[in-house]
């Protein structure tokens, strides 16, 4: 744990050096110091919980690599895409806030963003029950930079957003699958469904659709409740991919003018709205009356 801690401290002020040396012509300093202080300590605290709810069970070793990139149907990786993502475009946020050229601050809110995803690599290398993958690196990394999409085309075409339900695997590894709610939202990948939301106005060149109604892509696993295609099988599981289509609301879109009320529906944005979906899980075509 020692080392973790270690590790720690040297990215939070790697992170705050970075932001310092930012050129502030025309920057309210004030404001961008606050920033970045604010953020140190909500990083800190998330990172805090991130390694009780993960790594408490989990023994130390030197520090080594493991290819994990045929476990878990890959939902692993695509979680990396969707946290660093989302890091990303909160840290573009709030540099735009203090002043920040929106180029400028899309370029330090993507390299702040995979900055803040390294700890979790060199706390898998140091864990027994882990290793550093640079498959999660590789997600981390577009899954930051994916914002830079809105310079490309004017918008993001291209959405992450999340979904939850608890499934019934993770009672048969709950020490893998967590034991609770809370662990088996961060664990559970059966439970885990990820999406990319769209403006429906994409199939439309006259803009005929509300701008707050979305075209949602999801993808899902079931019966993995071991890493490893071999692993499932060999205990009786075949794990199966899930691909769903489904509606959803860009909740960004609604006009209000707290700015409180923003940020809670921006907040909230990040999850899927539950919907009907139609669901291909690679034998049979199913209708969900509201997925979630």
């Given at each position: 744990?020692?080392?973790?801690?270690?590790?720690?401290?040297?990215?939070?002020?790697?992170?705050?050096?970075?932001?310092?040396?930012?050129?502030?012509?025309?920057?309210?300093?004030?404001?961008?110091?606050?920033?970045?202080?604010?953020?140190?300590?909500?990083?800190?605290?998330?990172?805090?919980?991130?390694?009780?709810?993960?790594?408490?069970?989990?023994?130390?070793?030197?520090?080594?690599?493991?290819?994990?990139?045929?476990?878990?149907?890959?939902?692993?990786?695509?979680?990396?895409?969707?946290?660093?993502?989302?890091?990303?475009?909160?840290?573009?946020?709030?540099?735009?806030?203090s002043g920040m050229?929106?180029?400028?601050?899309?370029?330090?809110?993507?390299?702040?963003?995979?900055?803040?995803?390294?700890?979790?690599?060199?706390?898998?290398?140091?864990?027994?029950?882990?290793?550093?993958?640079?498959?999660?690196?590789?997600?981390?990394?577009?899954?930051?930079?994916?914002?830079?999409?809105?310079?490309?085309?004017?918008?993001?075409?291209?959405?992450?957003?999340?979904?939850?339900?608890?499934?019934?695997?993770?009672?048969?590894?709950?020490?893998?699958?967590?034991?609770?709610?809370?662990e088996q939202l961060?664990?559970?990948?059966?439970?885990?469904?990820?999406?990319?939301?769209?403006?429906?106005?994409?199939?439309?060149?006259?803009?005929?659709?509300?701008?707050?109604?979305?075209?949602?892509?999801?993808?899902?696993?079931?019966?993995?409740?071991?890493?490893?295609?071999?692993?499932?099988?060999?205990?009786?599981?075949?794990?199966?991919?899930?691909?769903?289509?489904?509606?959803?609301?860009?909740?960004?879109?609604?006009?209000?003018?707290?700015?409180?009320?923003?940020?809670?529906?921006?907040?909230?944005?990040?999850?899927?709205?539950?919907?009907?979906?139609?669901?291909?899980?690679?034998?049979?075509?199913?209708?969900?009356?509201?997925?979630?």
């Amino acid at each position: 744990m020692r080392i973790f801690i270690k590790a720690f401290i040297v990215i939070i002020l790697f992170q705050s050096s970075a932001f310092t040396q930012i050129k502030t012509d025309s920057i309210d300093k004030k404001q961008l110091k606050n920033i970045i202080i604010a953020e140190s300590v909500l990083y800190t605290a998330g990172m805090v919980g991130l390694g009780f709810l993960w790594y408490k069970d989990s023994n130390s070793q030197s520090f080594k690599f493991f290819n994990d990139n045929q476990q878990w149907l890959q939902m692993d990786k695509v979680g990396h895409v969707y946290t660093s993502y989302h890091l990303a475009d909160l840290n573009y946020q709030l540099l735009k806030t203090s002043g920040m050229d929106p180029n400028k601050a899309m370029l330090y809110g993507s390299i702040g963003a995979t900055i803040m995803m390294l700890p979790i690599e060199i706390f898998d290398g140091f864990s027994a029950s882990y290793g550093a993958s640079w498959g999660d690196a590789l997600a981390n990394t577009v899954g930051a930079f994916l914002p830079y999409q809105q310079f490309l085309f004017d918008q993001n075409y291209i959405y992450p957003k999340f979904s939850f339900s608890q499934s019934s695997y993770s009672r048969l590894r709950p020490n893998t699958l967590g034991n609770n709610y809370i662990e088996q939202l961060i664990k559970d990948y059966n439970g885990q469904t990820y999406w990319l939301s769209t403006d429906l106005n994409i199939f439309s060149p006259n803009n005929k659709f509300p701008p707050w109604l979305q075209f949602s892509m999801g993808y899902s696993g079931n019966e993995m409740v071991y890493g490893t295609p071999k692993d499932n099988l060999s205990n009786g599981y075949k794990a199966n991919r899930q691909w769903l289509l489904s509606l959803d609301l860009n909740l960004s879109k609604i006009e209000v003018e707290q700015q409180w009320l923003k940020i809670i529906l921006k907040v909230i944005n990040t999850v899927k709205i539950p919907f009907p979906a139609v669901e291909w899980d690679g034998k049979a075509v199913v209708l969900h009356p509201l997925y979630f």
